[in-house]
Each structure stands twice: as C-alpha cells, then as structure tokens.
C-alpha cells in the first residue's frame, strides 16, 4: 500500500498547548504491523479508522478491540496503551489534533462513553481532509478544513452513542444550525436531507414537529431576515446581497422579497430609510 503521510504543524504537540482553538498536527494513511503506543500524557487526541487489521486498546485497564470497520478516539490528557495486533498487518488513516473547539464538542457530545466505535466509518472524512491538505499547502487552508471536518466526525460519532429520538432531535437541532450558518447553500428539503444522510420524509416530518415549519420554509424566513438586515445596513447594493444569499441574480431575488413582504427591497430600503430620519 502506498504510504501517504502529512505533517501540517512543524510544532510538537509536546511543546503545546497554545491558545488555537483548533490545531492538527498530521494525517497519515499508512500500512503498518507490530506498532506499539503508549500515550502516558498528550496534549493530541489521537483519531483512527482501521481499514485492515486489529488493535488493542487498554485505558485505565481496560481493553477494547478495535477492528476493520472501527473507529478509534483517543482522548488527550489521558493515559493510553494501543498495540497492533501481533504479526497482523494493520492499514489505518491515523491524524493527532487538539484545541478547545476540539474539548468542547468531545465533552458535550459525550465522546468519552466510548474509545471504541464499532462500525462506525469515518474513512470518506479522513481520506478528505487528507486530499484537501495535500492540494492546499496553505497552513491556515488547512486548519480551517479539518476543523470542520473533525467537528463533523465528532458528530457522526455523537449519533452513533444515542437512541433513535436522541438522534433525531440531535439531527433535526444540527440541520437548524447548518441553515442559520449556510442559508444560501440549500434550494430543498431534499438537498439538506442528503447533506444530512438521512429521509427527506422523515427528517422534514421531524423538523416541522419541532419548530412549526419545514426546514426550506425556515430557511426562506432566514434569508427574508438576512436581507432586510443587509439593506438596512446599507453596506451592500440589491444584486450583491442577492449574490450573497445565492440568489441566481438580482430580478430572481427582488421578485422573492416582493412575494414575502409585499415590497421590492428598494421599496423596504427606502422605508426603513424615512422611518429613520
């Protein structure tokens, strides 16, 4: 198998921790066998998807396997033994990061039920952080990505520990904020729905039993809200905010803020504008 090993971060984690919210150190998709780690005190946690082989993982004396299809979580600050199981050659995509981001959404998620997590594959994200930092030599690139990227994993490894009505509310509360922070990104329940991995029907179903609507109907409400703030601060023209809020131009957008508030937003502008003086 061929190695491929990225080394973002020239400090060691031994001579952290600084004050970066997030910070990763590498991301390596290796083939390997008889590896033995002891981890008495890091400041990384240490990430692993094993696409071959075993691993033995003992925390405070007890042992956990963790085998093809497994995905490993080393907590930081923790005592840790993990050794490849004997003469058994193991490929795994391994990557090391840490920050408070990174504290925060382990501590909330509850991520320390477990080191462990059977079947649950995080080998797409791996694989993605790893394509992307090769391409972009750009340190601050990098570490923007992964920290996505990471907070999606920890996610997706929230779900795994949870019942199907945790899971939902956790998935319908999620699918909330992907909206507030990407309200121009979606056009459909069905295209957040796929973003999200999971039924349109029941994921839509879900949402409206929550918060009253359906998630598209949400996010137009968030975008009428985004762009009646934009045109009262003045700062951006009609076809700029339309662009922002990605709308395909500045007829299209005026024509949907007509249909929701009765006014063309140089109308609603113009308004707020006399109210004003």
Known sequence: MKKESL???????????????????????????????????????????????????????????????????????????????????????????CGSMCDLLYDNYGLSARVVYKGVDISKQLKAMLDFSIKNKDINEQTAYCSGVIAEIFYKLYLSLVGDETQISGTVAYAKVVIDRHIEKFSSNEELAEFLKCSVSTFTKNFKKKYGITPIEYQKQKKIESAKQLLIDGKLSVKEIANHLGFCDAAYFSAYFKKYTGLTPKEYKKGEKNEKE
């Open 7 to 97: 080394i973002i971060s020239q400090c060691y984690f031994e001579n952290w921790p600084n004050d970066n919210p997030f910070s990763i150190q590498q991301i390596t998709n290796v083939s390997r066998t008889n590896r033995k780690v002891e981890r008495k005190y890091s400041e990384s946690y240490a990430l692993e998807y094993i696409i071959s082989g075993e691993i033995e993982v003992n925390e405070g004396g007890v042992v956990t396997v963790a085998s093809a299809g497994d995905t490993l979580l080393l907590r930081r600050h923790t005592p840790h033994f993990y050794n490849d199981a004997i003469n058994k050659n193991v490929r795994a995509i391994h990557t090391t990061f």
